[in-house]
């Protein structure tokens, strides 16, 4: 009864949480709208919350977003998460290089579990693994490049 007078006087909405639940998912852990989605549903969030709060959060998934800076949180908040994908791959680049001293099969497969687990699709995965891949290995040619001048430059 008091929950229903608080909503009515429009003090808590269920949408709004949603919202911000959303963001925060993403913004922290970059968590899947799949994954968030279940994880509300769990929770008891209603389904007609969860797609009108989703909509605020991600906006249309085809919109661009400028890449100023985004630390205000106060204008993180007003914008849609629209570069999902450019933020994945960042965040997955920063995952990937903190497995470089391991051996690439290793690398791989914690690349996977780590997007896997954010309830990515296997599609995302295949594609920003093979993305990543290709980086390191054009790194790894560029270095040897780089090391055999030096050697060059020795004699």
């Known amino acids: 009864m008091a929950l229903t007078n608080i909503q009515e006087l429009g003090l808590q909405s269920d949408s709004e949480y949603v919202e911000k639940f959303a963001r925060y998912k993403w913004r922290t852990a970059k968590w899947a709208p799949t994954r968030i989605r279940m994880t509300l549903r769990q929770k008891g969030v209603a389904a007609d919350d969860i ?38 791959k960042i965040a997955a680049r920063l995952q990937f290089a903190k497995s470089a001293r391991t051996d690439p099969e290793t690398r791989r497969r914690r690349l996977v579990h780590w997007l896997l687990w954010r309830g990515r699709k296997w599609d995302v995965v295949r594609d920003v693994l093979g993305e990543l891949e290709a980086e390191a290995k054009l790194e790894a040619k560029q270095r040897a490049q780089e090391a055999e001048i030096g050697g060059q430059d020795e004699r």
């Open 51 to 88: 797609d009108a709060g989703m909509r605020r959060a991600f906006g249309d998934t085809n919109c661009s977003i400028s890449h100023e800076d985004t630390s205000n949180e106060d204008t993180f908040e007003e914008q849609p998460v629209c570069d999902w994908m450019g933020q994945l």
